[in-house]
């Protein structure tokens, strides 16, 4: 039997051929990835606590400042800009709450005394 001429051939430096050859990650590789993910999660999670994002019918997407304000507090403060009083309809456009949500805070609004209702649909605050 001849016998093969060369340099021998380590298992660690096969199992590297190997790896490199078929874009195996390594440990390395991994932990690198891993410490990118979790920065882009803290960072996802500060952008969330500033603002929040409602989907809006057709129309695209409506950034909400929230920083701490309920939604009750979001519709009040909504009622509040407009001294004439305002419909349910341009409250729903500008806070991108669906019917029931929004029936159910102007609900609670008027329960509580905090908002008086003009005529069918149109709300304003109580003085």
Avoid: C, W
Avoid at 104 to 112: A, S, V
């Amino acid at each position: 039997m001849a016998r093969r001429k060369g340099k021998p051939v380590s298992f660690d430096a096969m199992i590297k051929f190997f790896m490199q050859n078929y874009n195996i990650p390594t440990k390395k590789d991994i932990e690198k990835i891993m410490a990118r993910i979790d920065r882009l999660e803290t960072l996802i999670n500060t952008l969330t606590a500033s603002v929040k994002i409602r989907r809006v019918s057709d129309r695209g997407i409506a950034k909400v400042k929230t920083s701490g304000m309920t939604a009750s507090d979001i519709v009040l403060d909504v009622i509040k800009r407009s001294k004439k009083g305002v419909g349910f309809a341009d409250i729903q456009s500008k806070t991108g709450f669906g019917d029931k949500k929004l029936r159910n805070i102007i609900y609670r609004l008027h329960k509580n005394g905090k908002i008086t209702r003009k005529n069918r649909g149109i709300y304003m605050i109580d003085d």
